[in-house]
């Protein structure tokens, strides 16, 4: 197949890419050269920004795809360019949306049919936590009315890391696992966390494009408890800060990286149902196994430790010295 990658060089495209080379297709990435550039021999880079429209897209003009697979959908603008300016070059598009296009939680576990966000405006292009999702539903539509059901795939993955994962979700907590001392363990053990490893997704989306699924498909890992996390973890002395603490002190989302409380406003995310993509062929690696993968990049450097708004030593001590006053 001549398959078309859109933001083929981030993080999935970076694993996907090479197993459809060593499948024996041709794999053409859309990139705007801000990236470094992975040296993938047999990957064809063109050069192209489809947030200039039809005038982003030169570099592809008068070839035709069997599939494209679209990474970087992340306005509606965006997607109308791509999906409309190439509806008579591409037989099927792929398109990853997100676990956030959901709306609150009306039932559990939250499976394709939940219902989702209020969609953004066409104009929409303000990229935040609370605008992300309701990007990624107009997205959708967008695909949809342009492909209609038999030529498009949407695929709604859960938070995705493992090995060479930029965002540093996962490496924090192994790394902070890693140091001596007593670690944080937030909320009372009971909570839940999911994740998909990154070589999950690029083999399910490999599959897609190679068996031609068609449809909306969920992409969740193992859903495991913070108590098991933790001990999966290997951590000596972890010390318990109850949920009431951390709102108390007030820490943003991204501090307490992959931590959403039993009953906060995104935890019905972290209880994603994965059931119809693993019907279709979805394989799961262990979450032993992707922490172990994270663990050899960090020993090894190849990715992040962290990022500068994840909590801090300093704050981490502070949460301690509120817990042990509730103790008293």
């Known amino acids: 197949m001549k398959i078309l990658l859109l933001g083929g060089t981030g993080y999935l495209g970076r694993h996907l890419a090479p ?15 801000r990236m470094p550039t992975p040296a993938l021999p047999g990957l064809t880079l063109l050069q192209g920004d489809r947030n200039l429209g039809a005038a982003g897209l030169q570099a ?42 959901y709306a609150e939680a009306v039932y559990r576990p939250v499976d394709e049919q939940h219902p989702l966000q209020r969609p953004a405006a066409d104009d929409d292009t303000e990229i935040n936590d609370l605008s992300y999702g309701r990007l990624k539903v107009r997205c959708e539509a967008i695909v949809r009315a342009v492909f209609g059901d038999s030529a498009c795939t949407v695929l709604r993955p ?7 994962d930029p965002s540093a979700r996962l490496a924090w907590w192994v790394h902070r696992a890693s140091q001596a001392g007593p670690m944080i363990s937030p909320g009372n053990g009971a909570d839940h966390l999911q994740m998909i490893d990154v070589r999950d997704v690029a083999t ?56 959403r409380a039993e009953h906060s406003r995104l935890a019905h995310l972290m209880d994603l149902s994965a059931e119809r993509a693993l019907a279709a062929g979805l394989t799961l690696t262990p979450l032993a196994d992707t922490v172990a993968a994270v663990r050899a990049d960090l020993l090894a450097g190849r990715c992040p430790r962290g990022a500068p708004y994840m909590l801090s030593e300093e704050r981490e001590t502070a949460l301690f010295r509120q817990t042990f006053a509730q103790w008293r």
């Open 60 to 101: 592809l003009a008068g070839q035709r795809f069997d599939v494209c697979v679209d990474f970087s959908a992340y306005t509606p603008a965006q997607v109308k360019a791509s999906a409309d300016g190439l509806r008579m070059q591409i037989g099927h598009y792929v398109l990853i949306s997100a676990a956030r296009a």
């Open 19 to 33: 197993r459809l080379l060593a499948a024996g297709h041709q794999v053409c990435s859309l990139q705007r050269g």
């Open 204 to 259: 399910f989306v490999h599959r897609v494009i190679e068996q031609g699924l068609v449809g909306t498909y969920n992409l969740a890992g193992p859903r495991v408890s913070w108590r098991q996390f933790v001990d999966l973890l290997g951590v000596a002395t972890p010390i318990q800060v109850p949920t009431f603490v951390l709102d108390d002190a007030g820490l943003a989302i991204g501090e307490l990286p992959l931590f």
């Open 158 to 164: 859960q938070v995705v890391t493992g090995p060479g």
